[in-house]
């Protein structure tokens, strides 16, 4: 069993920073960091191994966006740098905790345990 608990969203002007955390428990393979905003697919936004700390990002958040673990604390963080409005999105971190072949690491279907979601704004 995997519990996530996640922090950190908020408001922010574009071209801000804002950092997420996700605080879990349990024993998982792979964490990822999704958002899905109003209408929308829920979209990968960044994954990472827990074991190797290799670490995987959708196009649209390469070089602003860093995906990072503290496995010491088993804490999870989203760094976010140059935020844009279309960022704005609810904020998910998501565990696969039984390495669940036949889907690509972006892809929510993978991912069995979810946390509740931050808010993140990011207005113009």
């Known amino acids: 069993q995997v519990q996530l608990v996640e922090s950190g969203g908020g408001s922010v002007q574009a071209g801000g920073s804002l950092t997420l955390s996700c605080a879990a428990s349990?024993?998982?393979?792979?964490m990822g960091w999704f958002r899905q905003a109003p209408g929308k697919e829920r979209e990968g936004v960044a994954a990472i191994y827990s074991r190797s700390g290799s670490t995987y990002y959708a196009d649209s958040v390469k070089g602003r966006f860093t995906i990072s673990q503290d496995n010491t604390k088993k804490t999870l963080y989203l760094q976010m740098n140059n935020l844009k409005p279309e960022d704005t999105a609810m904020y998910y971190c998501?565990?696969?905790?039984?390495?669940?072949?036949?889907?690509?690491?972006?892809?929510?279907?993978?991912?069995?345990?979810w946390g509740q979601g931050t808010q993140v704004t990011v207005s113009s």
């Open positions: 998501a565990a696969d905790s039984s390495l669940s072949d036949g889907w690509q690491l972006l892809n929510y279907r993978r991912y069995d345990y």
């Open positions: 349990g024993y998982y393979y792979i």
